[in-house]
């Protein structure tokens, strides 16, 4: 094979012909490489919808690249040896002895690190170069968070606010006078229902796709879910149209709406375009721009661009933030000790709770839940459960299409389960079925009752919140925003509080029952 001067790694996160790692790319000299590798559906059991949308994203991106004559060695999965990205690394270097492997930033802590330990065993140079996808670099972060031991999101997205002069006025101050309009995005959608939804625009799998289907029917056919109802955007095309019809169909109605559940409804008004994001399929300078032109039109209200902003500027740039601020401790902590297993039917969805039914069911089925259902659904249930966190951030890494661990890992072990205290949320996110009850229509039908603590007719979600209330009340009541938790549940009888522990403790010794 000949000899390159650069060899460029593009990883499945990475898709974008705005990737800095191309900056100075010569055809006539360098070269890229692609792998599609086993380990990365396999180091978590990645479920079927997950892989097809990385592996056709990554075909479609490919494609782009042969058009433009650009030396290409695409590894196809099946096609090669290799079982992970280093490994194929690994023999890229030693018949083709670049000088350099130039890469940008990777989106694990995990990869990352096997990337430089097999460079540095081959004598190559690796030139990391700083992911300019996201609007704060890891430097600037570091410099954010430098000297403190606890951080807030919020004191975080009004500096990302300013400094990218995004809903200011004129005098640098927030647009409409409130720099977050959270209390008016907690709507329920009523006894009545939603109505009619607008539904979001839906992609045919093309002849790229549906070889991609088959080769993860062929390679992964024994993983969890399913992607015979595929129809995610997988090219940066289908990523804009997607855009285009969440702010001129849904961004209004996103604001209030957005913390909602509803039966079999799991789109709602939510964007459904992190996984165009997370791909980089779309850019996030992009996104914030055509959610402003919705409000500046007066097609769309501030509360709900507010929100949507902050999820794109502050949130998700937050994450990411923390992230690399906490690795690798993150993917170690557990403040509070939990040591439960996670129940199986996490992978099948087969349970009698119907809130858990809907979220696991949809997220099987099509590889998405909106955040409240990962939140307070799911993360909710493994939190007071107590299920042992690294078991739940395998789930969530492996089940979601939109899942990269730089955004899932301080989601699910930082804010759903409270792993790492309070470095970077304010209280652990607990609730029990009345929650669930006032925020969806999930308790109709459902062969538990909400307001029960005890007995046979006594809700999962609302016994374990006040067994996790019990368990950790010297904490919660430490605490300012959890105190009443611990207030509440002594105003009930002692004879009540017992009862409702040894519900909690026949539920933990037969998860499968519920």
């Known amino acids: 094979m000949t000899r390159v001067r650069r060899l460029v790694l593009v990883l499945g996160d990475q898709l974008s012909l705005q990737n800095v790692a191309f900056e100075g790319f010569e055809p006539a000299h360098d070269a890229v490489l692609m792998v599609e590798a086993r380990e990365e559906s396999e180091h978590v059991p990645s479920t079927k919808m997950r892989t097809a949308v990385f592996l056709s994203a990554m075909r479609h991106f490919a494609e782009l690249l042969r058009e433009r004559r650009w030396p290409l060695q695409y590894l196809r999965i099946g096609t090669h040896r290799f079982v992970g990205i280093a490994e194929a690394l690994a023999d890229a270097l030693a018949h083709q002895r670049p000088e350099a492997v130039v890469m940008t930033e990777a989106g694990e802590w995990r990869l990352e690190q096997a ?44 500096r990302m606010r300013q400094q990218h002069g995004v809903l200011l006025d004129a005098e640098g101050g927030p647009v409409g006078g409130q720099w977050n309009y959270d209390h008016d995005n907690r709507g329920a959608f009523g006894r009545a229902g939603p109505g009619m939804l607008p539904r979001p625009p839906s992609f045919a799998p093309d002849g790229i796709t549906r070889e991609v289907l088959a080769d993860v029917e062929a390679h992964f056919g024994d993983h969890y879910g399913s992607a015979e109802g595929f129809d995610w955007p997988v090219t940066r095309e289908q990523a804009l149209h997607a855009l285009a019809a969440f702010v001129a169909e849904r961004l209004q109605d996103f604001g209030r709406f957005q913390d909602a559940m ?4 799991p789109y709602l008004y939510h964007g459904l375009i992190s996984s165009s994001l997370n791909l980089k399929l779309l850019d996030p300078r992009e996104v914030i721009a055509a959610a402003l032109a919705e409000f500046e039109a007066g ?31 993150l993917l170690q902590a557990n403040v509070l000790r939990h040591d439960a297993p996670l129940p199986d039917w996490y ?168």
């Not at 690796?126 to 609007?135: E, N, P």
């Not at 501030?302 to 401790?329: D, N, S, T």
């Open 115 to 158: 990337i430089a330990d097999t460079c540095t065993r081959a004598g190559v140079h690796l030139d990391v170069r700083d992911d300019l996808h996201f609007m704060a670099s890891r430097a600037e972060f570091a410099d954010h968070a430098r000297g403190k031991t606890r951080l807030v999101m919020e004191a975080f997205y009004r």
């Open 262 to 265: 509803w039966q079999d409804e």
């Open 299 to 329: 097609r769309a209200p501030i509360e709900a661009v507010e929100g949507f902003v902050r999820q794109i500027l502050g949130w998700r740039e937050f994450m990411r933030g923390v992230y690399w601020w906490r690795m690798p401790k």
């Open 347 to 514: 992978w099948t969805g087969e349970v009698h709770m119907n809130c858990m039914r809907q979220a696991i069911g949809q997220t099987l089925r099509t590889g998405y839940a909106h955040h409240i259902q990962r939140l307070m659904v799911t993360g909710n249930f493994a939190l007071t459960f107590g299920v042992e966190p690294s078991q739940v951030h395998a789930w969530y890494l492996a089940v979601y299409v939109d899942a990269v661990e730089w955004v899932e890992a301080p989601n699910t072990l930082g804010m759903s389960l409270y792993a790492d205290g309070a470095r970077f949320v304010t209280k652990p996110y607990a609730a029990g079925g009345a929650y669930i009850r006032r925020m969806s229509n999930y308790c109709d039908g459902c062969r538990y009752r909400p307001a029960e603590r005890s007995g046979e007719a006594a809700c999962p979600m609302t016994v374990m919140y006040w067994d996790f209330v019990a368990r950790h009340a010297r904490m919660l009541e430490g605490n300012p925003r959890t105190v009443m938790m611990v207030k509440n549940l002594q105003r009930f009888g002692a004879d009540e509080v017992a009862a409702l522990r040894r519900t909690a403790q026949r539920m933990r010794d037969d998860p499968q029952a519920l």
